[in-house]
């Protein structure tokens, strides 16, 4: 099975793709292109799988950059091959044939580019990092090597839906203490002390609250889609053992 990548007009003409989990070398339930490293699947597996990758963005294995993800609101800069492994949660260049890389499996995987300046950015924002600001960090950097907000765009990959995404009062008392407004990202679940998050929803209301040009959701849900997409909640639910990573990668 060949690779399926999905893709939007906004960021065109520049190499970029939200890949899903088919045309993958690996099994079980991990089955398909499994991309992280910091799964128990076979490493070499692994590494077949993200050389498939590196030939999909046409640059070598070495020139996939990504970072070593925590949820946290850090965003790095990468000027050179090999650069990978750094602790953030988002990376950004201004070097051609570098593609920068974010690993996902619910979490939203955010590709950003300034074509006119030549930068771009790719963030993993899950609640924690989105509402910690990842994805202003990211345009900050961006600015840094020169690119202009306004000339920036945003597009949110697949990643987990409202219907799918139960939380509990903590979580949204969490939301709430940074501001009220947030309540417009929850509706009520199916137990009085239960509510549904919108997370690419907040996404785009922080991507745009930052004064990015455009901003956008490709409208995948990756718990609804076992067949194309990972899901941590999907796996959870399941009492699987451990679940696979999905790859978004973007370049000059």
Avoid at 83 to 92: E, I, L, M, R
Avoid at 143 to 164: F, K, N
Wanted: net charge negative; proline share 4%; aromatic share 8%.
């Amino acid at each position: 099975m060949s690779l399926e990548i999905l893709t939007s007009d906004e960021l065109l003409p520049l190499r970029h793709g939200f890949f899903t989990r088919r045309g993958g070398a690996s099994s079980g339930v991990f089955s398909g292109l499994n991309c992280g490293a910091g799964s128990s699947d076979l490493s070499e597996v692994v590494r077949i799988n993200r050389a498939r990758v590196a030939a999909a963005m046409e640059v070598a294995p070495d020139a996939l950059i990504g970072v070593h993800q925590v949820h946290s609101g850090d965003a790095v800069v990468v000027q050179a091959p090999g650069q990978s492994g750094k602790t953030a949660d988002a990376v950004v260049t201004d070097k051609p044939g570098l593609a920068l890389t974010i690993l996902t499996a619910d979490c939203q995987p955010v590709l950003f580019a300034d074509a006119r300046a030549g930068v771009i950015g790719a963030a993993h924002a899950g609640w924690r990092g989105a509402l910690d600001g990842v994805l202003e960090a990211t345009l900050d950097a961006m600015e840094g090597l020169g690119a202009q907000r306004a000339d920036t765009v945003a597009v949110i990959g697949p990643c987990i839906s409202q219907g799918a995404y139960e939380v509990g009062q903590e979580f949204l008392e969490a939301f709430l203490a940074e501001d009220p407004d947030h309540q417009q990202f929850f509706a009520n679940g199916a137990r009085d002390d239960k509510y549904q998050f919108d997370l690419p929803s907040f996404g785009l209301h922080r991507l745009r609250q930052a004064g990015v040009g455009a901003a956008s959701w490709i409208n995948h849900c990756t718990y609804h889609d076992p067949d194309r997409f990972y899901s941590y909640r999907r796996t959870t639910h399941a009492g699987e053992a451990d679940y696979g990573r999905l790859i978004s990668a973007i370049r000059l």
